[in-house]
């Protein structure tokens, strides 16, 4: 089956760094990619949906000046998270669906456990 | 606000008995559901897709969807513990270009 490969795991760092979480599609062209943050016994909650080659598209509440997101290419999409405060401790997730597919083509990656000191 | 609603549990049920675990979607226009299995610390995997009306079987999963009752529910035959996980159910509303709206999940515990 398809591979979403998300980097790091895990990651701690200190307040006010930033923080880049990569996601590749290993054995497709993920036209679109989405990422999910997930605070503990919540939902994933949508933040944002990026296309390739074009600006994503965020969810209301979610600042795109701290989360930014690039999709430079169909197989990698990045999320930086800015300046990260104690809040911004969560799991992230991205999940990723190629062209003209539905959702249950969306392959999700593993994960990012982020905890700011 | 596109919301999902599931029962967040803990459901506990014997080994070897039937889960049942309920979902239902505030909009009316949603056209694909799902229910994900997510274990603690770890990504979401799909496990039933259900598009119309009626039941879907899938070995021991079994998926009811009733779109007028804007409810969605998954039934796990022959309960194993290995079944114990977070079940999330998961509604989109179409177009293919929007992202799943996700429940908080049920937390499902088989009792050996």
């Known amino acids: 089956g398809a591979v979403v490969s998300q980097h790091p795991s895990r990651v701690i760092c200190k307040s006010g760094t930033s923080v880049k979480i990569e996601c590749r599609s290993l054995?497709?062209?993920?036209?679109?990619m989405f990422w999910y943050r997930q605070f503990p016994k919540q939902s994933l909650m949508l933040m944002a949906t990026?296309?390739?080659?074009?600006?994503?598209?965020?969810e209301q509440g979610v600042e795109k000046d701290k989360f930014l997101i690039n999709h430079a290419s169909l197989t990698l999409s990045t999320l930086t998270v800015t300046s990260a405060h104690p809040e911004d401790s969560s799991f992230y997730i991205c999940?990723?669906?190629?062209?003209?597919?539905?959702?249950?083509?969306?392959?999700f990656g593993s994960g990012t456990q982020l905890s700011v000191l | 606000q596109k919301e999902v609603e599931q029962n967040s549990g803990p459901l506990s049920v014997p080994e070897g008995a039937i889960a049942s675990l309920n979902c239902t979607y505030s909009d009316r226009g949603s056209q694909s559901f799902f229910w994900y299995r997510q274990y603690s610390g770890k990504s979401p995997e799909l496990i039933m897709s259900?598009?119309?009306?009626g039941d879907k079987e899938d070995g021991r999963f079994t998926a009811q969807l009733n779109k007028a009752s804007q409810y969605v529910s998954l039934l796990i035959r022959d309960s194993q513990p290995s079944d114990s996980a977070t079940y999330l159910c998961a509604v989109n509303s179409g177009g293919g270009a929007d992202g799943l709206t996700f429940g908080k999940g049920t937390h499902l515990i088989i009792q050996p």
């Open positions: 054995d497709f062209q993920a036209t679109t």
């Open positions: 999940s990723a669906r190629g062209e003209d597919s539905g959702n249950e083509k969306l392959f």
């Open positions: 259900i598009y119309s009306n």
């Open positions: 990026s296309n390739e080659g074009s600006k994503a598209t965020y």
